[in-house]
């Protein structure tokens, strides 16, 4: 069952989607968002001319200053990788489009043109390496399956193999279910951050993570030129029980519940962790918002409650993952006691919504759509399509202005402020 309708609104838009000429990762590690960004300034309707104009501006040169990986080899001249090759080359970053003529091959010999029965086969074994690239993966593949219009499949073939070629696995066989007694996200949130300071986890768990392997150790070796990315994956090596004793809403809540839970759960992260000077929002927290809407778009595939909810566990253990690896750690429990205080019950009324759409969200929409900075535009698509669906709450709409600004991001020194 699909989360959102199809976009049908253009043939130039879906070919666009279809598009073969750039890599998924350029400057050795860095996911292509040109896909991303036009699927959201779509389905914020905006102005065709606006959509092309993005995707050419963006393939010319990144908001990075850096430009995408141009494809050199024909696509017709790739061979395939092997179903052997597909599970062993898992999150070795090798291969890429070798994996894609596998999964283009398979989709259409095997399963006849089914996008479904393709996710279905092939995404689960995956989901538990979702942190992988950032979460870039989880979101190629969710996007897609967002725009896709039951006849273009491309883009679901790139992101399925995306988020198998940038696999970091969350390690679930370490997880602890229903370890600690907590009936909803907040009392979590408020465990973690009084541990993370008693316990002094930025030392005695992310410090001494980060130290045990170095540039020669052989560990995860391709993601070396990274930088967080690299340290993330030894926090994930490593994990402290935070991470892997699980709550006991994580298993009592449906998996509906669950979800909106999460999401309320990233856009509080996001909140508190907005840069006290100025505002804006936290570059790296922003994914696990976009991350979860592109798992859901899987999860709603596949279809399968038990899957459902292995991988929302999976994301939970991520996001406090991401949390703790970026530079500021965990928020203290006195900044996560004033978000909730201020947005953990507040809801716009039904009398004020009419105004809201046409005031407020069309003056952020109006923001969002010349944005050079392509995760905003996701933002407030995301969290837009949230406050309508979850009753308009306002923590949402808070999150959806708290525009993020694009980083600095070289190899080695790249870091998120959190």
Known sequence: MRVTAPIARSAAFQQLLSNRAFDIEFNGYLSNHAKHAIIALERLNAPESR???????????????LSLHRVTEPYDHVPPCTLEEWTSLRGKK????????????????????????????????????????????????????????????????????????????????????????????????????????????????????????????????????????????????????????LPTWLDAMSVDELTEELYKTSVLAY????????????????????SLWGLEQVLSVIDDEKISRDALKCYYAAMVGLLSTSASGIPSVEAIDD???????????????????????????????????????????????????????????EAASAFTLTPNIGPSSASFKA
């Open 51 to 65: 959509v092309q104009g993005y995707w050419d501006f963006y393939t010319r040169l990144t908001p990075y200053n």
């Open 339 to 397: 978000v909730l205080a201020t947005f953990g019950s507040s809801f716009d009324s039904n009398d004020r919504i009419q105004d809201l759409e046409k005031i407020e969200w069309s003056a952020i929409v109006a923001r969002a759509i010349p944005e050079e900075e392509e995760h905003n535009i996701k933002l407030v698509y995301v969290t837009r399509e949230l406050w309508r669906r979850y009753n308009y709450w306002t923590g949402f709409r």
């Open 271 to 290: 909140l508190v962790t907005r840069d006290e000077s100025d505002g804006h929002g936290n570059f790296l927290v922003l994914h696990l918002i976009t």
């Open 94 to 245: 090798l291969q890429f489009w070798n994996m894609c003529k596998f999964l283009d091959i398979e989709l259409n010999e095997r399963f006849h043109g089914s996008v479904e029965q393709l996710v279905k086969t092939y995404a689960p074994d995956t989901l538990s390496g979702l942190a992988g690239a950032l979460t870039h993966g989880i979101i190629h593949l969710g996007w897609a399956l967002d725009a896709y219009d039951g006849k273009h499949p491309w883009m679901v073939i790139e992101g399925l193999a995306y988020i198998n070629f940038s696999y970091l696995s969350l390690h679930p066989e370490t997880f602890e279910h229903s370890a600690i007694q907590e009936t909803c996200p907040a009392e979590s949130l408020r465990r973690m951050a009084i541990v993370w300071q008693q316990d002094n986890l930025a030392d005695t768990w992310i410090a001494a993570a980060k130290k045990k392997y170095d540039e020669n150790s052989g560990f995860h070796e391709e993601l070396i030129p990274a930088g967080f990315q690299w340290e993330l994956s030894k926090v994930l090596d490593q994990p402290h029980e935070i991470m892997t004793k």
